[in-house]
Nanobody
Framework: QVQLVESGGGLVQAGGSLRLSCAASGRTLSSYALAWFRQVPGKERQLVAAISWSGGRTTYADSVKGRFTISRDNAKNSVFLQMNSLNNEDTAVYYC????????????????WGQGTQVTVSS
């Protein structure tokens, strides 16, 4: 089993930045693809960014390209999401997720999930 714990969420003004972290325990993540999803009430959980097990390949939602950066540190068993130029539409609960195999944009393909961290962007 893999346990994922997110941190770093909070309240930020539009145009500001936040860095989310997700730490894993129970198993090393070095062979897992990792991702960040976000969800707002009444809507499906959607991919924000995903990263391959090696860190060499990444995928981003169009809405965050150029503003968000996903990275991982396998030595620390962690994945990060640097979020810059935040706007109101980025307000959501952010979840990290892990799966064996290739990165995927489909939330149903992920095996493990964190509990989520709230990000609120104020204008």
């Amino acid at each position: 089993q893999v346990q994922l714990v997110e941190s770093g969420g909070g309240l930020v003004q539009a145009g500001g930045s936040l860095r989310l972290s997700c730490a894993a325990s129970g198993r090393t993540l070095s062979s897992y693809a990792l991702a960040w999803f976000r969800q707002v009430p009444g809507k499906e959980r959607q991919l924000v960014a995903a990263i391959s097990w090696s860190g060499g390949r990444t995928t981003y939602a169009d809405s965050v390209k150029g503003r968000f950066t996903i990275s991982r540190d396998n030595a620390k068993n962690s994945v990060f999401l640097q979020m810059n130029s935040l706007n109101n539409e980025d307000t959501a609960v952010y979840y990290c997720a892990a799966r064996t195999g290739y990165r995927s944009s489909n939330n149903g393909n992920y095996d493990y999930w964190g509990q989520g961290t709230q990000v609120t962007v104020s204008s």
